[in-house]
């Protein structure tokens, strides 16, 4: 946590929720927002009223933002999770990225709608006694993505981290068709 | 596992099977269903593999990504190509009718018009079948040749049209000498109708044309669609050029 204008703010990976985490992306990745702004709605969706900011100087702000960004530790990749008495497992010994997991991560990825983040590791984390076919169906990739939402950031970006890495090295590239004489 | 490494080792079939799951938006989907595509198999076989081992695959069939070669044959079997400065109306019409559509889906159809059966007349000269056949009822005598054979013959269309789109560029503007507005938007009920009429002259375009050569005579249909397409084109433009 981190004091911010009186205020306990959550920025470290084990404190702010997946839902939290992935409100923070869609502030980040919207174009119509200067960094100022997205910054100011960074911290109001965490507990810091917009118009607590109108007496504080930019260097006091900047100090604010670097304090929030100043993250300690590196997650490590959780193979599962206990939820209800459920276990839902991402591997066992060492994580792949199957085809068929990353076929619908590439349908979730594209449509870049508003938690895709947790849907992504809906796809990746699976109930233990369920079958295949459960797994993909629509109905339980939205309830798990609901579960995955309410737990900490800290089981999400490495996921994020290991599944960007692994399809920036192994996905094919969008390549324009080419002409060959 | 066998995957073909070029485009000469597809077929026209395989081709068109393998343009039309370009249409999946997903990239790594579509490049999984067109790799299952090529090597024959499900694409239920391929996905308990870890993406590092599709990924090799994937690294062999970069080909797809590029347009088979434009170097088309000029016989392919018993089908000679008949060279584009010979067609006639009707030959025009239908290929316009392919081109409009996904023309990579109608390869066969395009090719069954423009590769033809010839004979030896008695004067020693090559000349063509008449075009008095479906190309849908012969457009799978192409679904077995090799794409590089023939897909040469849409680009060298699409430039031929161009070509032809530009030279006879008045007999395809309005009376006022503007070009058609897709997005013309009526303001006046007189606008609307002009513009409905507009459409529909569009729809009927090419028979409207037939009709109006056969001097309104349907029985001179056939003698019509198998005039020569330049010469006829020609005398559209002296017609017009000359208001006769």
Known sequence: MVTILGREVPNQLNELTVQQFEDITTIHANQELDAIEKHIDVFTLLGVPEADWDDVSIEEFKEYVKQFNNLSGKPELQPSFEHMNYTYTAFDETFKLSVRDTKHIDKVMHSRHKGYISEMLAILFKRTDLTKAEHYADAHIKLKAKIIRELKAEIAVPYLVEVGQKLAKQMPKDVPTEVVE | ?244
């Open chain 2, 1 to 244: 596992m066998y995957l073909p490494k070029s485009w000469s080792e597809i077929d026209v079939l395989q081709f068109k099977e393998i343009r039309e799951l370009y249409s999946i938006q997903e990239v790594f989907t579509r490049e999984i269903e067109i790799l299952s595509a090529l090597a024959d198999i499900p694409s239920d076989d391929l996905e308990d593999l870890d993406i590092s081992e599709v990924s090799e695959m994937l690294a062999k069939i970069t080909f797809i990504n590029s347009e088979p070669s434009k170097n088309y044959k000029h016989v392919i079997g018993e089908y000679h190509y008949k060279p584009l400065n010979t067609l006639t109306v009707g030959e025009f019409i239908d290929l316009e009718h392919y081109f409009s559509k996904d023309y990579n889906q109608h390869v066969g159809h395009i090719a069954s018009i423009i590769y033809r059966k010839v004979m030896t007349n008695d004067w020693g000269e090559t000349v063509f079948e008449p075009y008095e056949f479906k190309p849908s009822l012969r457009c799978s005598i192409f679904d077995e040749v090799c794409i590089n054979d023939i897909y040469g013959i849409l680009p060298e269309y699409l430039a031929y049209r161009d070509s032809f789109m530009t030279t006879y560029a008045n007999l395809f503007t309005d009376e006022d000498g503007s070009e058609e507005d897709e997005d013309e938007v009526p303001v006046t009920s007189d606008e609307a109708k002009e513009i409905a009429l507009k459409k529909s002259e569009k729809k009927w375009g090419w028979e409207r044309l037939i009709y109006s050569l056969c001097n309104e005579d349907l029985t001179k249909f056939n003698e019509v669609t198998n005039l020569s397409l330049i010469m006829t084109f020609n005398m559209l433009g002296m017609k017009k050029e000359l208001n006769v």
